[in-house]
T-cell receptor, first 114, second 117 residues
Framework: AQSVTQLDSHVSVSEGTPVLLRCNYS??????LFWYVQHPNKGLQLLLKYTSAATLVKGINGFEAEFKKSETSFHLTKPSAHMSDAAEYFCVVSEETSYDKVIFGPGTSLSVIP | NAGVTQTPKFRVLKTGQSMTLLCAQD?????MYWYRQDPGMGLRLIHYSVGEGTTAKGEVPDGYNVSRLKKQNFLLGLESAAPSQTSVYFC????????????????FGPGTRLTVT
């Protein structure tokens, strides 16, 4: 069975410092993995996705994530945080091509301190 | 393109009342989904549709019904609202590149905040 764990419910960083949001997954098959961002009172927006191509995935707004099969991890990083990065981030796993086998993690709230 | 829109944005219901949430997309997507978002639980799939006239149950379907009479619209109904249905509801849509199955990228609406007292 699939599952997603986001290791931190809240992360706080200073503007200009690196961001690391951690995600571990459990999957019986080769999964597809995603990061979505949700700004306050908005819908979710896709940041990046891994679908069995390159293990280092680059997304929008300077974010990237690395798929590490041996560690079952898909951590999200950004070299330098901006104030506009403050939002909720969701790690998502999906197995095969299945309409309802999409599992959202509980989310990590990112705060950016000026 | 407006993308995915949801109406209403906010609603307060009393226990036992009914209501319908409307989701509309103008991207000609085949697949549409209804999720609920509760604190600390991520998003959970309520119902989904793989095409006009078809619907299926997701992870938490009890207390909800859906209809997809037109490709661009996906309605979520609550027949008898309960306080446990207080949540933020998100609609999403996705498309197929091979005509067989959806891509995993979903496009989300802005959400409907529902409170049941």
């Amino acid at each position: 069975a699939q599952s997603v764990t986001q290791l931190d419910s809240h992360v706080s960083v200073s503007e200009g410092t690196p961001v690391l949001l951690r995600c571990n997954y459990s999957s019986s098959y080769s999964p597809s993995l995603f990061w979505y961002v949700q700004h306050p009172n908005k819908g979710l927006q896709l940041l990046l996705k891994y679908t069995s191509a390159a293990t280092l995935v680059k997304g929008i707004n300077g974010f990237e994530a690395e798929f590490k099969k041996s560690e079952t991890s898909f951590h999200l990083t950004k070299p330098s945080a901006h104030m506009s990065d403050a939002a909720e981030y969701f790690c998502v796993v999906s197995e095969e091509t299945s309409y309802d086998k999409v599992i959202f993690g509980p989310g990590t709230s990112l705060s950016v301190i000026p | 393109n407006a993308g995915v829109t949801q109406t209403p944005k906010f609603r307060v219901l009393k226990t036992g009342q009914s209501m319908t949430l409307l989701c509309a997309q103008d991207m000609n997507h085949e697949y549409m989904y209804w999720y609920r978002q509760d604190p600390g639980m991520g998003l959970r799939l309520i119902h989904y549709s793989v095409g006009e006239g078809t619907t299926a149950k997701g992870e938490v379907p009890d207390g909800y019904n859906v209809s997809r009479l037109k490709k661009q619209n996906f309605l979520l109904g609550l027949e008898s609202a309960a306080p446990s249905q207080t949540s933020v509801y998100f609609c999403a849509s996705s498309y197929s590149t091979d005509g067989i199955a959806p891509t995993y990228e979903q496009y989300f609406g802005p959400g409907t905040r529902l409170t049941v007292t």
